[in-house]
């Protein structure tokens, strides 16, 4: 498998440079908004945005604009500093080299990966300034951060880790309106217990390790009850909970704790790996409700 860690750090210093603000925009238009615009496209008509303005998409994702270039040559000092871009590259390689014997079941031969910097204002606090996301059309994810700190940075590696493991599974049970919360919490969990495995679970995202032990018993409860709720909008509560649920637009379900599908999809798979004596890689492959019934977490 092919891989290709896009340097936008470099894209970045080209609009740091840019003296002329129209130039400006037109380099970030043609390096960060062109090459994501069907995703782009789709995240405005979803959030029924001001189609006339360009840089919607960016503005959705949260992603620092052209005119913010104080901020860029801060953050992108800061990730510099910590050899972000190197370590996502190496992260990358690792990870892929993990699929190799799986080559024949994966249906594509290149992965890319993209490392952006975001805007601490239009994004998600209780992200705790980090966050992944995959391409819905294309094998390539994107990692961004907005308040780079020692403990996000020290999980650089897991990230991009997670996201290209995204691009396989959902690949082999690709997301449509059947999409189950059992689905979503397998997708999460096995994203994760697969970055734990090159990383260690020292390096565990912020989003699971944060969680405290009351708050997943009560999220274990209620996905138990709902594994075969279907809905974007619903499963996605189940799996950021309430308070993340309310502010993006989607179901809340009532006491769900925040980031606690992540949490029991984590804690499901472990268990699975335990029972079957399975490797992660090989996991990847399995239907998510066969993962759950042999994990016995929900019993």
Same mark, same amino acid.
């Not at 470099?10 to 609009?15: A, D, H, L, S």
């Not at 500093?81 to 370590?87: F, P, Q, Y």
């Not at 809905?231 to 309430?242: L, N, S, T």
């Given at each position: 498998?092919?891989?290709?860690?896009?340097?936008?750090?470099?894209?970045?210093?080209?609009?740091?440079? @840019?003296?002329?603000?129209?130039?400006?925009?037109?380099?970030?238009?043609?390096?960060?908004?062109?090459?994501?615009?069907?995703?782009?496209?789709?995240?405005?008509?979803?959030?029924?945005?001001?189609?006339?303005?360009?840089?919607?998409?960016?503005?959705?994702?949260?992603?620092?604009?052209?005119?913010?270039?104080?901020?860029?040559?801060?953050?992108?000092?800061?990730?510099?500093?910590?050899?972000?871009?190197? $370590?996502?590259?190496?992260?990358?390689?690792?990870? @892929?080299?993990?699929?190799?014997?799986?080559?024949?079941?994966?249906?594509?031969?290149?992965?890319?990966?993209?490392? *952006?910097?975001?805007?601490?204002?239009?994004?998600?606090?209780?992200?705790?300034?980090?966050?992944?996301?995959?391409?819905?059309?294309?094998?390539?994810?994107? @990692?961004?951060?907005?308040?780079?700190?020692?403990?996000?940075?020290?999980?650089?590696?897991?990230?991009?880790?997670?996201?290209?493991?995204?691009?396989?599974?959902?690949?082999?049970?690709?997301?449509?309106?059947?999409?189950?919360?059992?689905?979503?919490?397998?997708?999460?969990?096995?994203?994760?217990?697969?970055?734990?495995?090159?990383?260690?679970?020292?390096?565990?995202?912020?989003?699971?390790?944060?969680?405290?032990?009351?708050?997943?018993?009560?999220?274990?409860?209620?996905?138990?009850?709902?594994?075969?709720?279907?809905?974007?909008?619903?499963?996605?509560?189940?799996?950021?909970?309430?308070?993340?649920?309310?502010?993006?637009?989607?179901? $809340?379900?009532?006491?769900?704790? $925040?980031?606690?599908?992540?949490?029991?999809?984590?804690? *499901?798979?472990?268990?699975?790996?335990?029972?079957?004596?399975?490797?992660?890689?090989?996991?990847?492959?399995?239907?998510?409700?066969?993962?759950?019934?042999?994990?016995?977490?929900?019993?």
């Amino acid at each position: 498998m092919k891989i290709n860690l896009i340097p936008t750090n470099e894209y970045y210093q080209e609009i740091i440079s @840019c003296i002329d603000e129209k130039r400006r925009n037109d380099v970030y238009l043609s390096l960060f908004v062109q090459p994501w615009q069907q995703m782009m496209d789709m995240m405005a008509a979803q959030f029924d945005s001001n189609s006339e303005d360009v840089l919607t998409g960016p503005r959705i994702w949260g992603w620092l604009l052209p005119n913010q270039v104080d901020q860029i040559s801060t953050l992108l000092q800061t990730m510099e500093k910590a050899d972000a871009w190197n $370590v996502a590259r190496i992260a990358l390689d690792k990870a @892929c080299a993990r699929f190799e014997p799986f080559a024949e079941k994966i249906p594509f031969d290149d992965i890319t990966g993209w490392l *952006v910097l975001a805007d601490a204002a239009r994004s998600t606090s209780m992200e705790l300034g980090y966050s992944g996301a995959t391409d819905w059309f294309n094998p390539r994810f994107v @990692c961004q951060y907005w308040e780079p700190s020692p403990e996000n940075l020290q999980r650089l590696g897991g990230i991009v880790s997670h996201e290209m493991h995204h691009l396989i599974r959902n690949r082999i049970f690709p997301f449509g309106p059947q999409t189950s919360v059992a689905d979503y919490i397998i997708v999460e969990g096995t994203a994760e217990v697969f970055a734990t495995s090159i990383f260690g679970e020292e390096n565990l995202g912020l989003y699971i390790s944060n969680i405290k032990e009351a708050d997943l018993q009560i999220a274990r409860q209620l996905i138990g009850k709902a594994l075969s709720d279907t809905g974007f909008d619903v499963i996605r509560g189940y799996i950021f909970g309430d308070e993340i649920a309310q502010k993006s637009g989607a179901k $809340v379900v009532g006491g769900m704790p $925040v980031f606690g599908g992540y949490g029991v999809g984590y804690n *499901v798979v472990q268990a699975y790996l335990q029972r079957s004596g399975k490797t992660i890689e090989e996991a990847t492959f399995v239907p998510s409700m066969e993962i759950i019934e042999q994990s016995r977490y929900f019993r």
